[in-house]
């Protein structure tokens, strides 16, 4: 059994390069980006609640949990992508066989 993550839509309250990069998009722009994490999240919380940044300062402690083998795959030219690595490093350093392509 393995995960596949296309593009997941993980971030935090920190700006990073590739939304820097890309938040201009004609796609999806930095604040249409905004406008979602607001709609998504519950009311009152910023983008470092729990379901958006799961590895980030108010996150659960998951390092019991066990994940499948992960393929991780990030748009070229998607604003998340720098947070999409960061959580590729975090499922390696929590010992998830995983790869991004």
């Not at 607001?38 to 379901?51: E, M, T, Y």
Request: charged share 25%.
């Amino acid at each position: 059994m393995c995960l596949i993550a296309i593009q997941p839509f993980f971030g935090g309250e920190e700006r990073v390069g590739s939304e820097i990069q890309y938040g201009k998009s004609a796609m999806l722009n930095l604040e249409q980006a905004d406008w979602y994490w607001k709609a998504f999240l519950p009311h009152g919380s910023n983008r470092n609640h729990p379901a958006a940044h799961v590895f980030g300062p108010d996150a659960e402690d998951i390092s019991g949990v066990k994940f499948p083998a992960t393929l991780l795959i990030i748009g070229g030219q998607d604003q998340l992508q720098d947070w999409q690595k960061r959580y590729y490093e975090w499922l390696k350093e929590g010992g998830t066989e995983s790869r991004f392509d």
